[in-house]
């Protein structure tokens, strides 16, 4: 199976800040990588898919970036609503694995 | 609208048998494979069965390979998954998921169902 390390596991940020999550991969997976949002007690949602393709309806200030086997999401101007857990997800091979989640958190 | 609506959840005893549905609509059920996630209390998303579109190839993470069946009915446009001998590492919120074909990528998600085991 293919392990997705999602670093870090929760960061305390401002409104206005620039946030990076990242998102490691055991093995290559291409760019088969996707981005989720989740707030609580709701159903994620699709942020980025293609490593960094962006979903329609998502804002612009979210975007995705990829390096060999490091993913990136980058938030580029923290907003409210932006306060969340984010998860990654690799679809190159089953299982379609998640990383631990990253939950960003008011500072 | 696009949508998959979970029902089934509930409380059941260590050992115990439990059937979720998820209801789908909007889309053409019979072109997608469905999968199933879910999130322990507290935790973070679990992937752990896939059915494809038309039922012939199902897969299941060790987790629960052996208690549960993934299936489907795509005259109804439902998706099922029988959950047996179940134990309180299964408590969990289940989702269904699927994502537009091509996408690669979850982009349709149900509400969640609870499922609580404990005596």
């Known amino acids: 199976d293919i392990q997705m390390t999602q670093s870090p596991s929760s960061l305390s940020a401002s409104v206005g800040d620039r946030v990076t999550i990242t998102c490691r991969a055991s093995?290559?997976?291409?760019?088969?990588l996707n981005w989720y949002q989740q707030m609580p007690g709701k159903a994620p949602k699709l942020l980025i898919y293609g490593a960094s393709s962006l979903q329609s309806g998502v804002p612009s200030r979210f975007s995705g970036s990829v390096s060999g086997t490091d993913f990136t999401l980058t938030i580029r101007s923290l907003q409210p609503e932006d306060f969340a857990t984010y998860y990654c997800q690799q679809t190159h091979s089953t299982p379609l694995t998640f990383g631990g989640g990253t939950k960003v958190e008011i500072k | 609208e696009v949508q998959l609506v979970e029902s089934g959840g509930g409380l059941v005893q260590p050992g115990g048998s439990l059937r979720l549905s998820c209801a789908a609509s909007?889309?053409?059920?019979?072109?997608?494979?469905m999968h199933w996630v879910r999130q322990a209390p507290g935790k973070g998303l679990e992937y752990f069965s896939v059915?494809?579109?038309?039922?012939?190839?199902?897969y299941y993470a060790n987790s629960v390979k052996g208690r549960f069946t993934i299936s489907r009915d795509n005259s109804k446009n439902t998706l099922y998954l029988q959950m047996g001998s179940l134990r309180a590492e299964d408590t969990a919120v289940y989702y269904c998921?699927?994502?537009?074909?091509?996408?690669?990528?979850?982009?349709?998600w149900g509400q969640g169902t609870m499922v609580t085991v404990s005596s």
């Open positions: 093995q290559s997976i291409s760019r088969y």
């Open positions: 998921a699927t994502g537009t074909p091509g996408l690669s990528a979850f982009d349709i």
């Open positions: 059915i494809s579109s038309n039922g012939g190839g199902t």
């Open positions: 909007g889309f053409t059920f019979s072109s997608y494979a």
